[in-house]
């Protein structure tokens, strides 16, 4: 039995025929995605739209076979239009997405793409229920801010198969056809990106914070879900090179995977790698000279530092006397123990029952590190010795007796800059993305602590500027947010700065 053709049908064959003697002009949409992401990475990232891209927009004559003519497409904004899907995909993956022209400046971004497009068309069916398609072909490619290209997606075509209908105006046809292969290209790019490792194609920040985010993964940033990446931008005035100086960096968050019954601290994996970009960048550190601990137990701590009957760890065997400035950051649990309420470090291994067998004695540090034959030795505290965090009790059935924990000695040959007093709480940013404290620390360090009115312009941030910034900042938001008193603590010289 032959195919029946309906009144309809014919109807629409003499429309797509007078079609052929008039240009189409495609509506053009951005179409839903189909594409899962998972995880948002905490990124800020710039989509380059070179000229050529932006100005792409292509006219087509396309044999209307069975219509005994020609489809005309007028010049259509393609390349707008791949513009505008991949802002609209990417905003589903990363946190920060800008659009720029190849001109715009690409300072301060996590990492940049650069998106082409070369050639898009129709194909259309002809008969019974006829297969018709579109198709688009573009490239992507992430540049480093000098546009040297770090990665280039295989993907460069996609595809979308169009239902054949009988209608007068064969605009959307076209539009939604090729809406939808723009689209499906788009989203091929966000799940290739989805899948790979964020250092294969972040390299819009500093060098500095690329290899502190190089360091973060190879210490283990692996089963960190619900653990903050970051979220601060900045930029340290470059320092001379420093090869002599060490630093030793701690970042405790994930308490839970020993079973300790000790809250996580959401945000020292970010708060570490941030210390680490300033340390390389506003230090001038080496990489090789920065000991790295993420999670580390009470077994590690000891190796780094030494113990009580034994002062002389890792750290000691690293520095060259009198050439050395060490820096030591620690992000995590603090917490009191003992009869006395002495504070301590809390090791990710710790038994929050036991704290005081098996926590890192916060005088143990300090009396190793001023035994140390270096230079200068500067010690930071992205924690707090009140037994409280803003996760919750560190301690969950310790009595009342910490609630004003005993301080502990600094020595003379110490600096020690503290995220507070000791019965204070070390606040988090309210998204959790860092430690308030190293968050305006690290603020203060890279300039802004040397500008009116906290300081004289100099280019060096002082202990007394450091000090009234953080009175201004940290102590202000804390309060604001939280409705707490924190206040930095700073000891130099053996003096408690006020």
Known sequence: MGARISKRMVVGV???????????????????????????????????????????????????????????????PYGQQLAT?????????????????????????????????????????CGISPAQHAEVRGSIRAIDPEGREMWRSPTQQARADVPFAMVFDINPIVGNGISQAIGNLADSWTRELSGLDVAQYAG??????????????????????????????????????????????????????????????????ADTEAFMQYALEGLGLREGNIIYLRDATGAQMVRVF?????????????????????????????????????????????????????????????????????????????????????????MPRASAIYARPRVAEVPRNLTVIAAGQGDQVASWEEDSSHGLFTKYY???????????????????????????YLSDTLTYYARRLYGRDQAAQIVAGGRLMN
């Open 85 to 125: 899907t991949v802002d609209d995909r990417f905003r589903r993956l990363f946190d920060n997405v800008a659009v720029l022209d190849a001109g715009g400046k690409r300072d301060g971004y996590d990492a940049i793409f650069e998106i082409g497009i070369t050639d898009v068309g129709f194909q259309f069916g």
């Open 14 to 76: 003499l429309a797509l025929a007078a079609a052929g003697c008039v240009p189409v002009t495609p509506n053009l949409q951005t179409t839903p995605t189909l594409t899962s992401v998972g995880e948002r990475k905490p990124l800020k990232v710039a989509v380059v739209v070179p000229e050529a891209t932006r100005a792409f927009s292509a006219a087509h004559e396309i044999p209307g076979i069975c219509l005994g003519g020609m489809i005309t497409f007028v010049p259509t």
């Open 442 to 468: 690290l603020t203060a360090m890279a300039g802004e602590a040397d500008k009116r009115p906290y300081g004289n312009g100099d280019g060096v941030v002082t202990a007394d500027e450091l000090k009234a």
């Open 306 to 394: 030494g113990s009580d009957k034994e002062p002389k760890g890792q750290l000691h065997d690293w520095v060259r006397a009198g050439r050395s400035r060490v820096y030591v950051y620690y992000a995590g649990h603090g917490a009191p123990a003992g009869a006395d309420g002495s504070p301590y470090l809390v090791p990710a291994d710790a038994d929050a029952a036991r704290i005081e067998l098996n926590g890192y004695p916060l005088a143990t540090l300090y009396k190793n590190l001023a035994q140390l034959p270096a230079r200068e030795v500067t010690v930071v505290l992205e924690a707090c010795f009140s037994g409280i965090s803003q996760a919750g009790a560190v």
């Open 204 to 269: 819009g920040g500093s060098k500095a914070a690329q290899t502190a985010r190089r360091m973060g993964q190879r210490a283990g940033r692996t089963g960190t879900a619900g653990f903050s990446r970051g979220s601060l931008k900045l930029q340290f005035a470059k320092a001379s090179p420093q090869p002599d100086d060490i630093a030793v960096v701690i970042g405790n968050g994930n308490y839970n995977q020993f079973n300790a019954g000790i809250p996580d601290v959401v945000p020292a994996y």
